[in-house]
């Protein structure tokens, strides 16, 4: 399962600004890949060394750079000197469980986001850091593992049809944000299967597990509303903020992410509300269920226990027993003991039991 | 029942402003009806082509554009072209999953909102998108089938009668506004008499259905609560907003259909403050019952079990066993029994269970 | 019961400003009385034309229209010839499920409010509308129903002591406001008692009775709730709103009325609350109980169950039986009966039972 | 127990100024109590009339008038033309059940606090009006019954000591509303103490009784919550608002008892919190103790029940039962039970039960 | 376990700012630690009297004066002195429950905070007040034992390197905050892996022990949130606050800080939700054990009852009865039981009990 906290504890005690990856360090390299195009041309490389980067860096073109595994400290650190980032930058890119944000430095914006990603079928939500720099012609993105999610707009970048190629390093950023929401809808749909499919379930068939498939969803839900909440604050800032590194143009689209993250946020709080009214209907279910089956268990005993101390009484070995010498005692009183079960029935009947 | 989400992972992946239809299609023909009137004239027509569209767009009466069943891709892809809409907008009408909104693009707005219907008889309410595009002599309506909720308007406008054919395009749309807001009355009235249903069934004989009926009227109050609330924010811009589209006695009907909207909200919230004490009630009149259950047991396992007991130890077969040689012996433990029966009552009385 | 929501549908399709009455239809014809007053004089007459008012119109003096029972559609029609009123007001006077609110239309103020009642004894409460509009020198007042609030009001007028007869028609308006809002304590008083009868109830004997007491007030509660919460607003607007048709001196009179709303709020969320807590304590005296009528139950099984099974075995017709022979078997086995029953009884007096 | 709500309703229908004491009326006299200082100089009166007050109003010196026991109508008329205050003021402090507020009317300014009191021990909280008019160099103090608040207060007048004598009637208004917020402290304390105590009960034994302290600490909470919430507000606008009879070195003392007031309510809301907490606890292991009930009947009954039938089939009278004629069929019987029991206990073991 | 209120009653009464300490008392001597530094030079001494801070007062080199157990009412009067300190600064620095604010007094900046510790393993959490005072070029941070969290900050000052020896007194301030918040973290993830502790004793074995850890850890989280709230806009209006005492470089790294609170905050309330959570898990999970119990014992009673009154018919001593007297009776009953016992078996297995 998901962890809830990151292992932050460690940095207690160490001065601002120091560089220590506080998630799971892997053995792999660090992967560095350079796009860099204008309307005309495209390069598309990956790299060993950042430093190269700075290559790129005093064309007109836009560059971006891609880092997967952002886990060495080492490269972090050489990005920072080669453009000159503030350290309390390369400090959040390497804590990874920081909460979306936007930081406004001028001449260049660090926004930091959270994707979502489903850990195999109905096995929990985890969500990884993504970090965007926005500078004047460059956009680098730093993402804790590879997942993917850039892949599509690579392939866009590559084909040169379309607007990105014609503009700018804020319209890439945006294409980046809007590739990690679009993201939110996969996996949000995967969520409203389970919860559909919760529904049906609750309706034929409750069991302990539902309950625990409900509790996993909430789970779920909770690790998803803390990664898009304050992602509404980041596209707000970044659309209403004064930063000339955003064009006019691209905030009309910026405006449209935003609604998509609205859209999420609702979505979200629907299914919230869907999974609270369905442990309701769950508990109760089983609150019913119990009435059953104390209704079954009354209605046998009810009948069955007066009858049993009736031939009780007559199964005594009492010398004078006058009833045990009649001859037509027997046959009476089984007539007896059926008259009894027809009342009781008429009593349950008269009480809905039955 | 209501699918929760609409399948937009479709679309991850693609360009913004790619146009994809996401909701079910269907094979039927889309129907442009263009009304084109003033205060003397009026005429109805049933279009194949959008294109022809354009012969109304110079002239100075209002133009209403009418199309039912926007699934068809191409078709948006025309209206588009024909009359300059941003990219985005586009994207939106057929993104028919879209959360009431308005935007301004200075030369025309865009509103999106959604229409409620009842799917027959207790059987769930879902929400249609239907956007609206104010221009300065011209309406659009797309809905996304048709649904009849303009029938009446298109009436008034044919029979001439009535402030609308004097008033420009701001007024119809508003008008369009207003049947669809008066339309969800329509739809609240039929929660309320399912409210009204449930509280009688709830005082009467509560069965585990008013449960799920309880459970399918919450999920159409949290269906009507995502459509109604921002519907609100929407007719508040359009109020308050400073565009000149909209005319000042205009606003005056705006701010009537606000406030319908707010008495939706408020009614709404009635509902669901009353279905979630109906739950309680539910619940608690579930756990009276088995109360009721659980004594009618006690008792009758309390009166007999010891009796039982009693007529057991005359039942042993011990050689020596005085009492069962007593001539009035059988008589005088029936006499001790019914003692015992007696005090039983007493005591259930006592603790006012019978 | 009261009705939740009015039959608003009747209008839906219908053209704004088309006035339908959608109350309960009643035979009795309207009443109309006008009280004309100043420092000095005082005029008071019943009207059976509205067409009379106007004879008042054009003096110096407070005119007073108060117009009961406004289902009649003409009449309001009249009215807002005579006045020249918005078409979208007489609308509202007739839509008698209006929430509170206040429209200035410059030369006169639409106030709607909702007058609070009790049907009979414990019966629930209803509430009616109120609509008042205030200009320069006329207060014009519709009630839906004739309640006699404003009785104690006209009184005061005619005796012509205090303050009301030297001051302007803001005055008169902020008057009626008064009365409605004492007339909540009224109501507040009554759910007060029935809170406290409540409570001793839950005290001393909770019955199915004390959930369906507690299920109607919490329906009451939210019935004030709407109509007191806009009303807030109302008061609040009135007092710092731009209109000149409100004196200085009147705004501190609204102040006090604002006071006295908020007031009413306060109580009216403290009754909530408490309500909210009995129904807990109404759950878990139920629970309470079903533990004890369960405790019993087993106590008694518990001790006689194995008791019986005891003599079952002594009462088996086995040939070889040595235990059955034997002289002193008969007491001895009731003597270890006797020890498993105080055995049994030191456990449950360790466990609390008894 | 505290009533809820005092008879206002006795006003319902007389023209606001009206004075009318809603509280319970009692025998004696009211207590009027002068204490005129400054610097250097100092006397205390106790005063029969009101009248005798104006003595002190032109001196420099500042005169501060303590009245207990409001309920006498007569007398509060009197204040009101001696100092010239607004009818609606009277009222206010004749109506015991404001909420608390402020009001500035220029010369002088009106403040309602509520004073909190424990009614004996554990029995519920009740609170009194205290209301302050400050004027530019007298304060008036009015409360609803003598409660010795304000002992203290007097006494370091008396002494001379500290920075009050020295200081102007802001100061001393300031003194007062501070000595009602410590109070508060007094208060919350033993609210605390009833806390912890209950939780500990929670812990070892919760009865029936843990429920009903629950629900009078809850209560309780409500009322403090009534009066300390609005308190807040009121000293906000004392200390912002921009009257020229706080000066500025007061303000600061007044910024030190609104952050007193934040710490009354956030120490409030963690008790409410905790209760909340605290019900949950007790419906959770009332229902455990039934689990336990329930496990000890089943365990009893499930072993039992199977025995009692097999000696019931060998208790029968068939004339041809071969195992009743078998020398060791008794033996191998009660062997074979044993190996039943063994059985079950295995079972109940493994569901962990036992 | 912790108290909930400190004993603020002592001080109801006693004119503001007088000198009172609510904590306990204990017996050590105050410890007071000054480091005075700048970027070449480096003093630190450990001081009995306060006085001999001064010395170091009129440097440009900034200084820290670190006072641990601030119990000795002397002491603070002695600091409050030296540095003319506004008396209601001592009285909060002594009132260790204060919540956390700022208070911006032109000369100097007082802030409080609120330290968390646990007491052991799960033994609960406590806070502790710390005070700072930020002069122009002094810090006096005081706190209410001595816990260690500055330790780390003197070691990187006696180090030399860093920023820190290079920066003022605000940047010390800010060092300060930061080791407070980065302790959160510590304490956040002690909390964190209890909650995971209680997922999985959830989903395996639900005890009445899992209650009372829920319970346990609601209250920490209630006294955590207590402390860190507040500091939220504390470190907001030290941020966003016009004093000059700190520099805009400075304000970047509060900025980081309040991140961090904020995380903190999120990290809190998702664990808050999970928890809640939980205890819906657990009476769910105890509500459904209860179902199976009862399952069990219904199942043996409705199998073994009616068994059980058959075979005490046939153990009844009528004389005639012929069933008794066949030859076949005893083994065709055996066959009628198994009949019933079979059917039984059918009736649960559509029931799905077993």
Redesign the interface.
């Known amino acids: 399962?998901t962890?809830?906290?990151k292992?932050?504890?460690v940095?207690?005690?160490?001065?601002?600004?120091t560089l220590v990856y506080i998630g799971d360090k892997e053995a792999e390299q660090a992967k560095i890949s350079v796009i860099d195009y204008d309307e005309n041309e495209f390069h598309e490389r990956t790299l060993s060394q950042i430093r190269e980067c700075l290559a790129f860096a005093n064309k007109t073109a836009v560059t971006w750079v891609d880092v997967d595994l952002v886990h060495q400290v080492e490269l972090i650190e050489k990005i920072g000197e080669c453009y000159g980032f503030?350290p309390?930058i390369l400090e959040d890119i390497l804590n990874t469980?920081?909460?979306p944000?936007v930081?406004d430095f001028g001449e260049y914006l660090y926004v930091v986001l959270r994707m979502l990603a489903c850990n195999g079928d109905n096995n929990g939500i985890f969500s990884e850091q993504i970090s965007i720099i926005l500078g004047s012609n460059y956009v680098i993105s730093l993402q804790e593992r590879e997942m993917g999610v850039f892949?599509?707009?690579r392939e866009?970048l590559r084909s040169g049809k379309?607007?990105?190629r014609k503009l700018g390093a804020d319209y890439l950023a945006y294409?980046l944000l809007?590739?990690v929401v679009?993201?939110y809808?996969?996996v949000?749909?995967k969520i409203?299967e389970r919860?559909?499919k919760l529904?049906e379930q609750l309706?034929s068939?409750p069991t302990?597990d539902t309950?625990?498939e409900i509790?996993k969803l909430?789970?779920d839900m909770?690790i998803i509303r803390?990664s898009v909440w304050?992602l509404r604050e980041v596209i707000a800032a970044l659309e209403r903020g004064d930063t000339s590194l955003i064009s006019d143009s691209t905030r009309?689209?910026l405006?449209?992410v935003y609604?998509h993250t609205?859209?999420v946020i609702?979505?979200l709080e629907?299914?919230r509300?869907?999974v609270s009214?369905?442990?309701?209907?769950?508990?109760?279910?089983?609150?019913?269920?119990?009435?059953?089956?104390?209704?079954?268990?009354?209605i046998?005993?009810?009948i069955?226990?007066?009858?049993?101390?009736i031939?009780?009484?007559?199964?005594?070995?009492?010398?004078?027993?006058p009833?045990?010498?009649?001859?037509w005692?027997?046959p009476a009183?089984l007539l007896f003991m059926l008259g009894i079960v027809a009342g009781m029935m008429v009593y349950f009947r008269k009480?809905?039991?039955i």
């Open positions: 399962m962890k809830l906290v292992r932050r504890s940095k207690a005690g160490l001065p601002p600004g503030h309390l469980d920081q909460r944000k930081e892949a599509s707009l866009r379309g607007r990105m294409a809007d590739a679009d993201n809808f996969v949000l749909e409203g919860v559909e529904e309706v068939s302990p309950l625990h509790h909430k789970r909770i803390k304050p009309v689209y405006r449209d609604d609205v859209h609702d979505t629907t299914f509300d869907m009214g369905m442990l309701d209907i769950y508990l109760s279910s089983v609150s019913h269920r119990l009435n059953e089956v104390m209704k079954v268990l009354t046998i005993a009810t069955f226990i007066p009858l049993t101390f031939v009780g009484v007559y199964g005594m070995n009492f010398k004078f027993m009833e045990l010498e009649w001859h005692g027997y009183l009480k809905r039991w």
